[in-house]
Structure formats: C-alpha cells, structure tokens
C-alpha cells in the first residue's frame, strides 16, 4: 500500500513570502500557515517562473504591460504561474500536487485584473499543456468562496475545458452541487482545483468544515481516477483564516489522495 507521502508533491518557492503591494489580507503569512503544517509531511518541488509567452496565452499584452510597473509584485506572480505550471506538470507526470503559491489567480481576466489576483496560474497552467500538446482537455474545479470570473472567461465557450465553479452557500448543498458538477463533465485529461479556502466556516464564507474539504478532494480524487487517468492537482487561491489554512489544505490533499494504495 502506498502512503501519501510517496505520492504527494507540494509546489514551493521562498519567494511567495515576499511582501508584494496588494490588499492587507493577502499576507505572506498564508504561506507560512500552510507551509507549518505541511512542510515537513511532503517532499517540495520549487518552480521556475512562468514565460512572458506563458502569460500570453491568456492573457493581452496590454496586462503584461500594466503588470510590470511593479517589478517585485510581477515577479512573484510570474512565480505564482510558474508553480501552477510545475503542480499540472507533476500531476502529469503520476504524482498528485498541491501548489502552494501566491498571488492567486482566478479573477485575472484576458485584460483585467481584481480581488488580489494578477495573473490566472491555472489558466496559464491548462493551456501550456494543451500548446505543449501534453493534454487536449481539463476540468478545473473552484472551490473557492469567490466566483472565479477569470478562468470562466478565459475558457467560455471551450467545451474541451469545462470549469466548475461550486458556489452553494451549505456545507450539504455545496458538496452535492461539486458531486453534481463533477458527473456532469467527461472524461478527461486531467483536473485542476481551484483551492479557495475562504469557504471555511472560520473564515468569510462561515460555511465549509476541514471534513468538508476533506471530502471535496476526495470527490475531485474519485474522478480523477475514473475519469482523468488519476491526473490531478490543486492550487492555492483564497484563504484569510491563517490559523487553519493548512489544516485544511492537509484535509483537501488526504481527500485527493484517498483512493491511492
Ligand atoms: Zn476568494
């Protein structure tokens, strides 16, 4: 039987403590939270930086652009895509991988940017692999408290990458609305979840339990076994309640990695 340990990568770079220009609650102690309870159960893989072609693929040039007049906040976040790149990567590869990165990514749209995001790190993650011909579909999962506007608009319209964005404001209701979402797409090449943890009932959303999460990554784990060749990972987006921020994530990756061994 295999332990989680064997078959779990976490996605790290000091560099997501950098103090970058964003709102006070987007802290570099959410890493660290996270970091505290996982650091030592899982091996760390550290990503290099996306590409400016990387950003270009879904985002315009006239974002780029805004987003370089802060050196130290546009490293970072090509940093953060980088991470979502290397977790797709490592997930491809037979490991299941969580990204522990920040800025997050979800609301960067093609050419607008809001909510503590700048680039959208899964976004960039699903279509490099689709150019780079490793995937030709994917199924992104948001958990997130927040609707995840810029990975819907990014792939509206694209049947080959349905994103779900679970939005039920119950613990019971949100669990079947992502079991219903999930049994609601195809078979695929892989899934990436958009790992909020705002919906945690200490934090704004006052809805999700750590069992919650646990369960979620479970369901997310299930499909990817039955329908994405066991290709899965998450990345981190939301989540302001440092205290069991990686509590949480640990319940989401136990749950993700459930139906291994
Ligand atoms: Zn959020």
């Keep these: ?156 319209g694209d049947t080959n990458v349905p994103v779900l964005n679970i939005q039920s404001s119950n613990p019971g209701d949100f669990i079947r609305e992502t079991e219903a979402a999930l049994s609601s797409v195809g078979d695929t090449d892989i899934i990436g979840i958009s790992a909020g943890f705002d919906q945690y009932e200490k934090d704004w959303g006052g809805n999700l339990s750590t069992g919650d999460y646990r369960r979620i990554g479970a369901l997310a784990g299930d499909f990817a076994a039955q329908h994405a060749g066991g290709k899965i990972f998450a990345i981190l987006e939301g989540g302001y309640y440092l205290p069991d921020l990686g509590t949480n994530a640990h319940a989401l990756i136990e749950g993700m990695g459930e139906h291994i061994g």
């Design 1 to 156: 039987m295999k332990k989680l340990s064997d078959v779990v990568r976490l996605v790290y770079h000091q560099s997501y403590l950098i103090d970058y220009p964003t709102a006070s609650c987007e802290t570099p102690e959410r890493i660290q939270s996270i970091m505290k309870v996982l650091g030592g159960m899982f091996p760390i893989v550290e990503p290099d930086p996306c590409s400016e072609s990387d950003i270009l693929l879904c985002h315009s040039e006239g974002l780029l652009a805004m987003e370089k007049q802060d050196p130290v906040r546009y490293d970072v976040a090509k940093l953060a895509a980088g991470g979502a790149i290397t977790a797709a990567d490592l997930a491809l590869d037979g490991t299941i991988a969580f990204g522990m990165i920040r800025p997050p990514g979800h609301h960067a749209n093609p050419d607008h940017n809001w909510g503590f995001c700048f680039f959208n790190n899964m976004a960039i993650a699903i279509r490099k692999m689709q150019k780079e011909k490793r995937i030709q579909k994917a199924v992104i999962l948001d958990i997130d408290l927040h609707f995840g506007d810029g990975t819907d608009t990014i792939f509206k």
